[in-house]
Each structure stands twice: as structure tokens, then as C-alpha cells.
């Protein structure tokens, strides 16, 4: 499959617990961004890589969050100390800088439920 | 602050006709402009674009036009099937970053 793929589909945590998402994206793109979507919303931006260079943040990363793109490849998004607000849809896409058309090519999303 | 923006969040159509989607911005920035289709339980899943420099751009069934001095697009799904029932999003950028969203529309095609 050369598609982007995301890790877990579904995560539930208690509050205050850790948890991490694995994004893999399209090989060949080099662009790779983080975006959660809440219930009867759109997804909003959270940040974007390219290459391993963590080129934005939106100011809806807050210090509990934490984003990585070690090699260029794969990505990680931790969230530190869960709230129940933090409970939403987290999309990962990735593009290739450069392309006349910007489309950017979406996972499946991890559904994180904090309870 | 929403700079994409959509407004009637559900559309029923007969199967057949043709479905209109309304999204407007306000940023006069953006330079390129996006629909998205969602499934449920899916992520979304590339449409259509078009340029800043175009007012129309057409795919098959879906027709994205372009009112710049509006700030205003909507994609047209002429002839309507079953399959199109999803949540529509209509996003925008400038400059090859982040996408800015709309809230979406869902859309039902009765067959």
C-alpha cells in the first residue's frame, strides 16, 4: 500500500496519561503535516515537516504536544499529561514541495478518546 | 478566526442532479483552493483544485469555479450518484503551507 498510514486507528487513555501516533507518509513526498479534526469541525492545522525540519507550529500546540520527524520519513506526534479536550481525530497528510497543485494526501486518522 | 467558511451544512439531492456547494474566505492570500470528499471513519480523500489564476476548473463530473473578487468558489457534482453521499470540504492555501478548512457539508444523494 502507498498510502499515507497512520498508528493506532484507536487509542483510548485515561487523563493525564502519554500517548503517541505514528505517521508514515507517501515515500517520495517530503512534506508532512498533523491536523485534528473534532466532531462537526474541520481539521485544523497543528504543524508541518519538510524533510526532518519542523518548519511550522499552530498556536493549537500547546507545550503538551510534540511533534518529530527524525529521519524524514516517518513522524510522531506525543501528547503529554492527556485532557478530555484533547479527545478529537488526528490526521496526518503529506505533499510534495514543489508540485504545481498542492493537494495533500490523507491517512486514516487515530481516534483518540481521553476518559 | 474561520477563513474558509461553509454555510448550509447538509444538501439532499435526488440522484440524477446536480449537487451545489457553496465555501467563502477572507483571506485574500490564498492562492489555491481544495475539495476534499470524507467518508466516515475515513480520512479525507482529494477532489478537485483550482488555482487563483483560473475561474473554472473541471473533472469529470465535479466543476470547481472560482469568484476571486467574491472570495467565493463552489464545486458543482452534476449528474449526482449515490456514492457522492459524503462530508464535502472545501480548504484553501497560499504559498504551498497548510491548509485552512472549512466546517464541511454533508451531502445525500437519494437514490
Known amino acids: 500500500d502507498t498510502g499515507v498510514s497512520q498508528d493506532p486507528r484507536h487509542k483510548i487513555t485515561k487523563r493525564g496519561q502519554n500517548v503517541t501516533f505514528r505517521c508514515d507518509p507517501i515515500s517520495e513526498h517530503n512534506r508532512l503535516y498533523w491536523y485534528r479534526q473534532t466532531l462537526g469541525q474541520g481539521p485544523e492545522f497543528l504543524t508541518y515537516?519538510?524533510?526532518?525540519?519542523?518548519?511550522?507550529k499552530s498556536r493549537l500546540l500547546s507545550d503538551r504536544f510534540s511533534a518529530e520527524r527524525p529521519k524524514g520519513s516517518f513522524s510522531t506526534l506525543e501528547i503529554q499529561r492527556t485532557e478530555q479536550g484533547d479527545s478529537a481525530m488526528y490526521l496526518c497528510?503529506?505533499?510534495?514541495?514543489?508540485?504545481?497543485?498542492?493537494?495533500?494526501?490523507f491517512g486514516q486518522g487515530t481516534r483518540l478518546t481521553v476518559v | 478566526d474561520q477563513q474558509v467558511k461553509q454555510n448550509s451544512p447538509s444538501l439532499s439531492v435526488q440522484e440524477g442532479r446536480i449537487s451545489i456547494l457553496n465555501c467563502d474566505y477572507t483571506n485574500s492570500m490564498f492562492d489555491y483552493f481544495l475539495w476534499y470528499k470524507k467518508y466516515p471513519a475515513e480520512g479525507p480523500t482529494f477532489l478537485i483544485s483550482i488555482s487563483s489564476i483560473k475561474d473554472k476548473n473541471e473533472d469529470g463530473r465535479f466543476t470547481v469555479f472560482l469568484n476571486k473578487s467574491a472570495k467565493h468558489l463552489s464545486l458543482h457534482i452534476v449528474p449526482s450518484q449515490p456514492g457522492d453521499s459524503a462530508v464535502y470540504f472545501c480548504?484553501?492555501?497560499?504559498?504551498?503551507?497548510?491548509?485552512?478548512f472549512g466546517k464541511g457539508n454533508q451531502v445525500v444523494v437519494i437514490p
Open positions: 480548504a484553501a492555501t497560499y504559498g504551498n503551507n497548510r491548509l485552512a
Open positions: 497528510a503529506s505533499s510534495l514541495r514543489g508540485t504545481v497543485s498542492t493537494e495533500a494526501f
Open positions: 515537516f519538510q524533510n526532518e525540519a519542523q518548519l511550522e
